[in-house]
């Protein structure tokens, strides 16, 4: 959502010449929207990981409750901490975004074309189920390339002066946090977490895109609403929600796994299972609005924003392309 989500909507695929400059321009349009809606976001993606990991493996009964809710957290931490508390962890979150969106954009088309020629013995067919596959594989590929900068975003954002929750590694920044995080536990205490990170990001973007084509062909069919800015924004919001809801477990296990420093959780089922027993089932759904007020608007600016380049992109082709090429795309 990007977030963290996968948003890979099909492009024919262009010819040799095009593609490398396409790639390019995709990659740097991709990279421009998805840092400009974690610019937007992360306020909220700083309160959701506060929310989850206040009251840890306490009972009910006993939690604290710093922070209690969406706009209580935003408004406590900008009393608190001025802007600069509600940002904390930016720049960690605009590599993280940069390396899941190259990772989306350079594993895509080689996954999808590989499993396409061996399933269908040519690389030129659509299949919605193999282009799914492939957006849900690059996106974790993404995920695990770039979850040394989601540990650390993480610590940096739980990290507070006033209201403090989890530990407080006290980070100066991406870097600093990421060579102390070396130099005492090595390559293992930077990959710490990974796996529900990967699970996450897979989550979410198998997700995303079913979701859409699902929502829109039931708002055209039941609903009525035409092809347009609309119909991409209503299905979009669809999309985003339902994607908040199969993401935000994983991800609450997650920013508790990237919080410990080894002696909490053995793994991810581990920490599922203990969080359920002392905190109640609805403990993995902690922070779940703060999620939904992050991930819809990213949700919502990625998918249309693909609607409109995907446009471009047939217009574009329609003009210039002579007719030999596009029967064969
Ligand atoms: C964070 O990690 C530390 C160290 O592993 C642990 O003691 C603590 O309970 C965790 N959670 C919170 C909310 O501090």
Known sequence: ????????????????????????????????????????THPFETVKIRLQ???ELQSKQVAPR??????????VIFKNEGPGGLFRG???AYIYQMILNGCRLGFYEPVRKGITTAVFKDANVQSLGVNIF????????????GSPFFLVKTRLQS?????????????????DGMSKIWQSEGLKGLYRGVGPAMIR????????????????????????????????????????FVVCCVMHPPDTVMSRMYNQTGNLYSGLFDCLFKTIRTEG???????FFAHLARILPHTILTLSLAEQTNKLVRRFEARVLPSAVKEKI
């Open 281 to 287: 089932v609805l403990a993995i759904y902690k922070g």
């Open 53 to 55: 990991l206040q009251g």
């Open 66 to 75: 710093l922070y209690k809710g969406v706009l209580h957290g935003v408004s």
């Open 201 to 240: 990001t897979g989550f979410g973007s198998s997700v995303q895109l079913p979701t859409y084509f699902f929502a829109k062909r039931r708002l055209v069919k039941h609903v009525g609403m035409k092809e347009g800015p609309a119909l991409h924004l209503t299905s979009s919001a669809c999309s985003g």
């Open 134 to 145: 492939a957006g849900a594989s690059s996106g974790i590929i993404g995920a695990a390339a």
């Open 90 to 92: 930016i720049g960690a």
């Open 1 to 40: 959502m990007s977030t963290t989500t996968g948003h890979v909507i099909q492009t024919p695929s262009a010819p040799a010449s095009l593609q490398s400059n396409d790639i390019f321009s995709a990659f740097i349009a991709g990279g421009i929207a998805a840092c400009g809606a974690v610019t937007v």
């Open 159 to 175: 990290f507070s002066p006033f209201l403090p929750v989890g530990t407080q590694h006290g980070y100066k920044n991406a870097v």
